[in-house]
């Protein structure tokens, strides 16, 4: 079936615009991550949907960030005012009965300049 | 702070060869354990999952886990060009509530033909 889905693949944002990234989960998913992984290093995590319940947002990095997932099935991730340092490729991945074991879409490389 | 650590290589290896990959992690709480390969400029993909001390083998995958040493590694059989690729150790912590992947910076891996 199918996997995964993020869009855009790409986004170049002018230094002080607003972003928005979009993750569709494999159907029928229940949980949702969103990371965040700068060149030459692992993903980091951002925050995690249960549902339509943000269950943890502990590594969202300012309150310049912002995600939601409103019905459950689609989710947002908002950056607000970007800056140069949030250029990173971010990472949609979902995951079903087992929570643990997360399956990851091809990402949005963001470049701010 | 929860830390997952790896060599970040390169590892090169003969085709044919058996190719190892180390992680440590820093914290005993740790349940959960996954080994994802990523090719450059794709994301990361879910090739191994471990729970319990031991071995678990899939095909030419195999993946060890030793918590008293709070190490996990991941051997690959009849290593093929195709298997050239980072490899991005991650864990996830108990008691947090949630199901965040703490990831390694990953182990740059090259099969030589």
């Known amino acids: 079936g199918a996997g995964v889905s993020q869009s855009p693949r790409y986004k170049v944002a002018k230094r002080g615009q607003d972003v928005a990234l979009r993750c569709d989960p494999i159907s029928g998913h229940v949980s949702l991550f969103w990371y965040q992984q700068a060149l030459g290093q692992g993903p980091e995590f951002l925050t995690y949907f249960q549902n339509e319940a943000q269950l943890d947002k502990s590594g969202l990095p300012s309150d310049r960030f912002f995600a939601e997932r409103p019905e459950g099935s689609v989710s947002t991730l908002k950056i607000q005012r970007t800056q140069q340092e949030d250029s990173a490729v971010y990472l949609c991945?979902?995951?079903?009965?087992?929570?643990?074991?997360?399956?990851f879409g091809p990402g949005t490389r963001l470049t701010v300049l | 702070q929860k830390e997952v650590e790896q060599n970040s290589g390169p590892l090169s290896v003969p085709e044919g060869a058996i190719a190892s990959l180390n992680c440590t992690y820093s914290d005993r709480g740790s349940q959960s354990f996954f080994w994802y390969r990523q090719y450059s400029g794709k994301s990361p993909e879910l090739i191994m999952f471990?729970?319990?001390?031991g071995d678990k083998e899939d095909g030419r995958f195999t993946a060890q886990l030793n918590k008293a040493s709070q190490y996990v590694s991941l051997l690959i059989r009849d290593s093929q060009p195709s298997d050239s690729a980072t490899y991005l150790c991650a864990v996830i912590y108990s008691g947090a509530g949630s199901y965040q992947l703490t990831f390694g910076k990953g182990t740059k891996l090259s099969v030589i033909p």
């Open positions: 991945a979902s995951s079903g009965d087992r929570a643990n074991e997360q399956f």
């Open positions: 471990i729970y319990s001390n």
